[in-house]
């Protein structure tokens, strides 16, 4: 129940946000506008987006027959936490 109220909060307070970035010398680069102030702190978590692939792939068929797509959304909404 905790976990679902702390969802909750982060979604409703825009206090988190998944984005994807590329490392290009030593410096990692957003694909997308972060409209952030200037020297605004953030907490970055980082995800190897080609293991979690494998890890997907490993893994599809132990659970049944369950769409690719769901288990993406399942992981995505597990990051959040």
Do not use: S, W
């Amino acid at each position: 129940m905790y976990i679902t109220v702390i969802r909750f909060i982060v979604r409703v307070c825009n206090l988190c946000r998944i984005i994807k970035v590329r490392y290009k010398n030593g410096v990692l680069v957003p694909e997308e506008p972060l409209n952030l102030q200037e020297g605004k702190e953030l907490l970055i978590k980082i995800i190897d987006v080609e293991e979690r692939r494998k890890i997907l792939e490993k893994y599809r068929g132990a659970l049944g027959c369950v769409d690719q797509k769901l288990i993406e959304e399942a992981i995505e909404e597990a990051e959040h936490i």
